[in-house]
C-alpha cells in the first residue's frame, strides 16, 4: 500500500500481521500454454506472500515478461528462482500493475538482471524517496531483515493508455481503464492464451484495499472488462477467476460504497470497529474470507473522520 495511507490502516496491517498464524508460501501454476501465475493463496501474510499478491510469467519465443514482483528483495528472488526451474529464457521485462508494496517492491532483483520495467504514468514508485518508503514497512508487519536487499525502483518505461509488448510469437496487451484501484492500476491481455491479469482492480475471495480507489471509475472499469476475450482472469489477490467475479467485484464496491455511507453519517474513526461489524453482515455473501480487517480499515480511511481526542 501507498506511504501515504491512512495510519489506522497501517496499525491494522500491523496488528493482523502480527496474529496471523501460518504462513504458505506460494509456488507458480501453469495457467495456459505460454503462462504461469500465483494464484489462490491463503493465510495472507506480509512476509510468507506478499499479503496473498499474485503474479504472472508470460514466456514468448524469445524472452519472458513478468507481472508484478511481490513486496521484497527476498520474496522476488524465491520467484524468480521458480521462474527458472520452467524456463532459463531471459526474463526481459517486468510489469507492475500498480505501485503498491506488494506488487512492486521486488523490481530490484529484476532490475539487477536487467529487466525494462514497465508502468503506467501515474506511478508514484520514486527512488528518490527509497529511505522515507521502505521506513513504513514495519507499519505492515516487515522486519529490517525481510527487508533486506530490497530497493525503490520505478519504471523505465511508462505509457498513457495502452502498449503491446511482443516477446515472440505471443504478445502481452497492457491497458489502462483509468482511475480504479490506484490512478495506476493496469491490466495485462495475453489474448493468445485468453488469459488476463486484472491486478488489485480485481479481488477474489479477498476483502478489497479501498482506501486509494475511485470507487465509481473502478466499477466502470469492471463493466468494461466484462467484455474480455479471457477465459481465465488472474485477479491481484485470489485465485483464477472468471467474468462471474469482476461483476461479484462491482457488486462488491457498489453495496460498500452505499452502506458504508449511510452507516458513517455522523461517525468518526473511533467507531470504524463497531461499524465493520454491522456492514460485514451487509456485504454480498461472495466467500471473501480472506483480510476481512480491510473493511475496517477502509471504513477509517475512507468514510470516517478521525475523533478530535
Not at 123 to 134: F, N, Q
Not at 166 to 177: A, F, Q
Not at 208 to 220: C, R
Request: hydrophobic share 40%.
Amino acid at each position: 500500500m501507498h506511504a501515504l495511507m491512512n495510519r489506522i490502516v497501517m496499525l491494522g496491517w500491523a496488528v493482523w500481521a502480527v496474529t496471523t498464524l501460518g504462513q504458505e508460501s506460494p509456488n507458480l501454476q501453469k495457467i495456459s500454454e505460454h503462462v504461469y501465475a500465483y494464484a489462490g493463496t491463503t493465510n495472507a501474510s506480509p512476509t510468507g506472500n506478499a499479503f496473498g499478491a499474485n503474479v504472472g510469467v508470460v514466456i514468448g519465443r524469445d524472452a519472458v515478461l513478468v507481472i508484478d514482483t511481490l513486496i521484497s528483495a527476498k520474496a522476488a528472488t524465491r520467484l524468480l528462482e521458480q521462474i527458472r526451474a520452467v524456463t532459463d529464457k531471459p526474463i526481459k521485462y517486468v510489469v507492475n500493475t500498480h505501485d503498491h508494496l506488494d506488487h512492486a517492491w521486488g523490481n530490484c532483483a529484476f532490475a539487477k538482471l536487467g529487466a525494462i520495467i514497465i508502468a503506467q504514468e501515474n506511478s508514484r514508485l520514486d527512488a528518490g524517496k527509497t529511505g522515507e518508503t521502505l521506513g513504513h514497512a514495519g507499519q505492515y508487519g516487515l522486519t529490517a531483515a525481510d527487508m533486506e536487499g530490497t530497493t525503490i525502483v520505478p519504471p523505465s518505461i511508462t505509457f498513457k493508455q495502452s502498449v503491446k509488448v511482443d516477446l515472440g510469437g505471443i504478445t502481452v496487451e497492457l491497458n489502462y481503464p483509468g482511475p480504479s484501484h490506484t490512478v495506476s492500476s493496469i491490466t495485462a491481455l495475453v489474448s493468445q492464451d485468453k488469459v488476463l491479469f486484472a491486478g488489485d482492480i480485481l479481488f477474489s475471495h479477498y476483502h478489497p484495499y479501498l482506501a486509494e480507489g475511485d470507487l465509481t471509475g473502478w466499477q466502470h472499469a469492471l463493466i468494461e472488462l466484462e467484455s474480455t476475450i479471457a477465459i481465465k482472469i488472474i485477479p491481484g489477490h485470489g485465485p483464477v477467476s472468471t467474468v462471474s467475479d469482476l461483476r461479484d467485484m462491482r457488486e462488491y464496491i457498489r453495496v460498500f460504497d452505499t452502506e458504508a455511507r449511510k452507516l458513517c453519517a455522523g461517525k468518526t474513526a473511533a467507531d470504524a470497529p463497531v461499524i465493520a461489524q454491522e456492514l460485514l453482515k451487509l456485504l454480498p455473501e461472495q466467500g471473501r474470507t480472506e483480510l476481512p480487517m480491510m473493511v475496517q480499515a477502509n471504513l477509517a480511511a475512507r468514510f470516517l473522520p478521525k475523533s478530535n481526542h
